[in-house]
């Protein structure tokens, strides 16, 4: 199965996933929602994000469910994904295939990392650091063939194939122990979601702690959807936002 399988069954598993983490925080509302009573309110408002009249008390409850939302949730999601990190070198292992190190993908192009570092992207500047453009996706292609077609049948725009100069002809780091070496190379992968080459060592890893990850993502674009829509019904109220 290759790179477009991955992808497909992945956009799936978090569209489900997404569905899951949605009933779990509407549940987590409607909780939060039995706690209080309005007696100007002839109907109580069944979204967290409806619009109250002056006075409601139900305004409590969407205070209380930002508040949960940003420190109850957010931190059962940091410290999920802390705990997905530290097993990375439990289930899985680098095999040194040097794959990560001779074919690293980007939608952006080496003048626009270069603007991005300049502008203070830490990223951006870790990576130009080390890592160097192919000068064509012909030069990328003569190395990975499969591998940049199918990253470019799947990017929805253009993308640019980078490389480490520093890789040996064993797929070794020379640079391993140097303090030139970033952060982007010693934590890789930093997370289940980065794509990587269907060898990897770390593809045990990806495999056990991905659900877990999506879940977790979903989670975190939900926390922020809903509590925009709190605080712009809380605007359209004529209320203090806190």
């Not at 409850?61 to 949730?73: A, C, F, L, R």
């Not at 059962?76 to 001779?102: A, M, N, R, T």
Request: aromatic letters at 8%; one cysteine or more; a negative charge.
């Amino acid at each position: 199965m290759g790179l477009t399988h991955d992808i497909g069954a992945i956009k799936q598993q978090y569209r489900d996933l997404f569905e899951l983490a949605h009933q779990r925080l509407l549940t987590v509302f409607t909780q939060l929602h039995s706690k209080y009573h309005c007696s100007q309110c002839n109907t109580p408002p069944d979204a967290i994000d409806h619009v109250l009249h002056p006075g409601c008390e139900f305004r409590n409850w969407q205070k209380e469910s930002i508040i949960t939302m940003e420190q109850t949730i957010g931190k059962q999601i940091l410290e999920s994904l802390d705990k997905i990190q530290s097993l990375k070198e439990v289930h899985g292992s680098c095999h040194s295939c040097g794959v990560c190190c001779s074919l690293s993908s980007s939608q952006f192009s080496p003048d626009e990392l270069g603007t991005k570092a300049n502008e203070g992207d830490p990223f951006a500047q870790q990576f130009l650091s080390v890592f160097l453009p192919y000068d064509s996706h012909d030069h990328a292609k003569a190395r990975h063939p499969e591998l940049v077609e199918e990253i470019v049948e799947q990017a929805d725009g253009p993308v640019y194939f980078y490389h480490c100069p520093h890789l040996t002809d064993d797929n070794k780091c020379s640079i391993y122990n140097d303090p030139r070496r970033p952060d982007i190379c010693k934590t890789y992968p930093d997370t289940p979601l980065v794509l990587m080459y269907k060898k990897c060592g770390y593809q045990p890893w990806k495999a056990e702690m991905l659900p877990t990850t999506l879940l977790a993502q979903a989670t975190l674009e939900l926390c922020q959807y809903y509590s925009n829509r709190i605080l712009e019904a809380v605007k359209s109220s004529g209320l203090s936002e806190r």
